[in-house]
């Protein structure tokens, strides 16, 4: 240590949800608290999520709505912190709320006062912030010391909260596995999750003359399902449900989904019940899909017949093409279409109680860059509270 480093009890890299929620939790114990983000602004994903409204939790957040290679690791943080803590803290600042779907809650008025309340705890408990601060080295000896373009740094622990790929535009970077790999942590494979998916060439012409249209649907790939909307584009999928199948595609490319575009009825049942009805099938779907799909779909001139002349083969050809209407994928829309990155730090080399490195006890890693992907719907926000809460309460 010389005399122009400034000394810090934890230093925290990147203000966002999980950095923050460190900071605070480091600050609350007497901890000298530095907090450094290389971008201009605080929160940026934070601002941004739900429309501007901020999606800041769920209520039915538990470890089975998390990816990770162990499946376990989440349980301890999301224990320690729960999504009723976070709600006790915004209920605190009389921030108004409201559930939207599945136990999702978005603030009444602006992600600013998610921002806000953040901010003014990070004030009351005396963290330091420094932004447009560009980290360029960090090293290990009796202390860390963070090189930077402002000044240098020195601390007893270190937390990295800097993030995923997802996003780029805001400030996105590798910046959180170059430091965990310097540390000799491994890295699992990274890739865009809650990605909006590209359907093959052969498709794709089909999904044009769809774009646009959203669905009630029930999407699978293997053992996962989601049932929520999707929506037809002229590049393939998105919409909530296809957003959470994402997270589950590993290679994307070649990879198959099954839609169940009719999830609340069977039509083979329904078909065998009505089987005298002098209706198309076309016309008996109507109360069922919008117009678009069903001449997509039914534009089949044997389909024209009405389902008491067609055959019981047609019919349940019709119904199985409603029921497991399969897309081969050949991509995604990537990490600046992603709303978070899936992979990152592996939990093998992490205290799941702490988020400490097991060989380096005063480095930590939290939020996005971990390898732990939540849900849709205000999950990865809870991540980023708990474990933001676990490491600040253990530097």
């Not at 301890?76 to 999702?104: C, P, R």
């Not at 978070?340 to 890693?365: H, I, Q, R």
């Amino acid at each position: 240590m010389n005399n122009s480093q400034s000394k810090y009890d934890v230093i925290i890299i990147g203000a966002g949800a999980a950095g923050l929620m460190a900071a605070i939790c480091a600050g609350k114990r007497s901890k000298k608290t530095l907090l450094i983000e290389h971008s201009n602004k605080i929160g940026e994903k934070i601002r941004i999520s739900g429309g501007g409204r901020c999606n800041f939790t769920n209520l039915h957040a538990s470890y089975n709505n998390y990816i990770c290679q162990n499946p376990h690791f989440v349980k301890s943080a999301l224990a320690g912190y729960t999504q009723y803590d976070f709600i006790k803290l915004v209920e605190s600042y009389k921030i108004n709320y409201h559930e939207k779907t599945l136990g999702q809650l978005f603030c009444d008025g602006s992600s600013k006062q998610i921002i806000n309340m953040l901010l003014d705890q990070c004030q009351q408990h005396g963290v330091e912030i420094k932004l447009n601060c560009h980290v360029s080295a960090i090293s290990k000896g009796d202390y860390f010391e963070i090189n930077s373009n402002e000044a240098s740094f020195i601390s007893d622990s270190l937390i990295i909260a800097s993030g995923g790929l997802s996003i780029p535009q805001i400030g996105a970077s590798d910046f959180g596995y170059r430091i965990a790999k310097k540390f000799g942590l491994k890295i699992v494979p990274t890739r865009p999750a809650l990605v909006p998916l590209i359907v093959s060439e052969s498709e794709r012409q089909l999904f044009t003359q769809l774009s646009g249209i959203s669905n009630f649907s029930l999407v699978n790939h293997k053992k996962a399902k989601f049932l929520e909307n999707i929506l037809f584009t002229h590049k393939g999928l998105s919409g909530p449900a296809i957003l959470q199948i994402s997270s589950y595609l590993e290679k994307f490319n070649g990879e198959e989904i099954i839609i169940n575009l009719l999830p609340n009825i069977d039509l083979k049942k329904q078909f065998i019940i009505d089987k005298n009805n002098k209706q198309t099938p076309a016309n008996y779907l109507k109360p069922y899909l919008t117009n678009r799909l069903i001449d997509t779909f039914f534009s089949n001139s044997d389909f024209n017949k009405s389902i008491t002349d067609l055959k019981k083969e047609t019919l349940l050809e019709i119904a199985d093409r409603m029921h497991n209407f399969k897309v081969l994928i050949s991509g995604n829309e990537g990490y600046q279409k992603a709303e978070v990155t899936a992979g990152g730090v592996d939990t093998n080399f992490l205290s799941s109680k702490t988020m400490a490195c097991k060989n380096l006890p005063n480095l930590f890693f939290v939020g996005e860059v971990v390898d732990v992907t939540g849900w849709l719907g205000g999950y990865n926000f809870q991540w980023a509270w708990s474990s933001g809460f676990a490491a600040g309460n253990n530097c």
